[in-house]
C-alpha cells in the first residue's frame, strides 16, 4: 500500500508563482522516478516534469524555463516550482511516482495522487 498526496494548489494570479509538493507514504522501499502531469477540462493528461531518483529532470517544452522540479529523497517527497503561470495552465495537477514498496516480496507499482487544483486567473 502506498500513497501519493499533493498540496500547494490554489489561485494565482497570471505571472504569479506556486509551489506544489507531492508526498509519498506507505511500505515503500524505493521512490525511484517521480513527477507531475496536469489535466485541464476536456484535454488529456500531459506531462509537465520529471525527475529521477538520482536527480535528472525532464521538462514539456511548454514550462521550460519557468518551472522546477525538485526532490527530498529523505522525506520521498517531490516538489514543482512554477513560476510567471498563465492562465491557460489552469489545470488539475497530479503527482506521479513510480515506487517499490513491500508486499510480502518486493513489488514495483506506478501510482497517482489524487490531483490539486491550479487556477491561473485575474
Known amino acids: 500500500q502506498v500513497q501519493l498526496v499533493e498540496s500547494g494548489g490554489g489561485l494565482v494570479q497570471p505571472g504569479g508563482s506556486l509551489r506544489l509538493s507531492c508526498a509519498a507514504s506507505?511500505?515503500?522501499?524505493?521512490?525511484?522516478?517521480m513527477g507531475w502531469y496536469r489535466q485541464a477540462p476536456g484535454k488529456q493528461r500531459e506531462l509537465v516534469a520529471t525527475?529521477?531518483?538520482?536527480?535528472?529532470?525532464n521538462y514539456a517544452d511548454s514550462v521550460k524555463g519557468r518551472f522546477t522540479i525538485s526532490r527530498d529523497n529523505a522525506k520521498n517527497t517531490v516538489y514543482l516550482q512554477m513560476n510567471s503561470l498563465k492562465p491557460e495552465e489552469t489545470a488539475v495537477y497530479y503527482c506521479n511516482a513510480d515506487i517499490s514498496y513491500y508486499g510480502g516480496s518486493l513489488y514495483d507499482t506506478n501510482s497517482w495522487g489524487q490531483g490539486t487544483q491550479v487556477t491561473v486567473s485575474s
Open positions: 525527475i529521477a531518483s538520482a536527480g535528472t529532470t
Open positions: 506507505g511500505s515503500i522501499f524505493r521512490v525511484n522516478r
